[in-house]
């Protein structure tokens, strides 16, 4: 058998400075230690802590493939002793993603957001790991579809002979709970016409279609479906393998030149435009928003992540660059337009979403006072 790689980002929001804004040093700190114990005593190869917004991000390569205890476990005892730090600091929302009590292992479903992919390494195998705040799952629907499966954004799909087979994507129902694949390009229509209600379809995976080798793996939380009410969005992450007979990092970024919309920001409950910005503005301000991204590039080498001599990763801030000024100057634009409409519709989600906010709260008290008209 050959050797395997696994990447693992897990995700939580255990409580953040200014309210929903940032994950302060104290806690990042926490991460760090327990990572790098786990690394010295050889259960992981690599390690980096960072941040979204308010969500801490763990991102630890190893060598246990997907959904393993022992490195969910790690996770899981990490938020804990972050969350309690939280909550000693009286930060705002301490351990509000931590929705069940005992671990039993495995960390999905327990509130905190998980991507994993297990690979074979290539020759030079370059990812690209995306961290998103105050936005859902769904915000990669857009991205994903125009990075494996619209020739106008991947030159490769058209170039390329290694990808001109396609690409199949595993589309999960959040309601159902259940999923499909569809290949592209021989799908592509009803595969927009399922990923389009960013509501209701998250793309969760994507393998390429003649060797069905894994090329994305995204999280697909539903917070509200775990806690039954509203605890805060299911703030994202995906993993995406690029190069040789995959998308290049650059068709991957290429998406992001421009904003879009999505659904998150303010409350869980509006479009924002989505704005790609380095780790240093890696924080929701305006209207808790708008929704941020950011992107690490590194290269996996031996099981972990390509390191320095000191063993520090090598990882390249992607979205901290100029070349993304122009989404970023779009997405305040847009965020402007939008916030002119206040709370009426299109700049506040459907009534069908609003169903999973606090606003039924506000509507049921005024139940009674209807007559028949
Ligand atoms: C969005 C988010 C925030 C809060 C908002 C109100 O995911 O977390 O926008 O919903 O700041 O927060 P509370 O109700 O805690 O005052
Ligand atoms: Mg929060
Ligand atoms: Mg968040």
Not at 44 to 57: Q, W
Not at 105 to 134: C, H, T
Not at 147 to 173: Q, R, W
Request: one cysteine or more; charged letters at 25%.
């Amino acid at each position: 058998m050959p050797k395997k790689t696994t990447i693992s980002v897990i995700k939580c929001d255990v409580g953040s400075l200014a309210g929903h804004h940032i994950v302060p040093k104290p806690l990042l700190e926490i991460a760090e230690k327990r990572l790098e114990k786990a690394q010295k005593q050889g259960i992981i190869n690599s390690h980096y802590v960072f941040h979204a917004g308010d969500d801490l991000e763990l991102l630890i390569v190893h060598e246990k493939g997907e959904g393993d205890p022992k490195i969910h476990k790690i996770a899981w005892d990490t938020f804990q002793e972050a969350a309690n730090k939280a909550m000693s600091l009286k930060l705002y929302g301490a351990g509000q993603d931590l929705l069940k009590t005992a671990f039993s292992g495995n960390i999905r479903g327990m509130g905190p957001g998980v991507a994993e992919m297990e690979i074979e390494e290539r020759r030079s195998d370059p990812i690209v790991v995306f961290a998103a705040d105050k936005t859902s799952g769904s915000a990669f629907n857009f991205p994903m579809f125009r990075i494996f499966a619209d020739p106008m954004n991947t030159a490769g799909l058209v170039i390329d002979p290694n990808m001109a087979g396609g690409f199949k994507f595993e589309v999960l129902d959040v309601m159902k709970n259940e999923k499909v694949v569809l290949k592209c390009p021989e799908e592509t229509y009803e595969l927009i016409a399922l990923i389009g209600t960013t509501e209701r379809y998250l793309i969760s995976r994507i393998m390429r279609a003649k060797d069905n080798i894994i090329c994305a793996a995204n999280s697909t939380t539903k917070l509200t479906l775990i806690a039954g009410k509203y605890v805060g969005k299911d703030d994202p992450v995906s993993i995406v393998r690029a190069q040789h007979g995959l998308p290049a990092v650059g068709e991957i970024l290429a998406p992001f030149m421009h904003s879009y919309f999505v659904e998150g920001w303010m409350r869980g409950s509006h479009w924002g435009p989505l704005m790609p910005v380095g780790l240093k503005d890696s924080k929701c301000t305006v209207f808790d928003g708008p929704p941020r991204m950011v992107a690490l590039g590194f290269q996996i080498c031996n099981g972990g992540i390509t390191s320095d001599d000191e063993g520090t990763p090598l990882i390249s801030d992607l979205f901290d660059d100029p070349a993304f000024d122009m989404a970023r100057r779009e997405a305040m634009e847009s965020a402007a337009t939008l916030r002119r409409m206040g709370e009426f519709e299109p700049a506040r989600l459907s009534a069908e979403t609003m169903e999973y906010t606090t606003l039924p709260q506000v509507l049921k008290k005024l139940q009674r006072r209807f007559k028949p008209a």
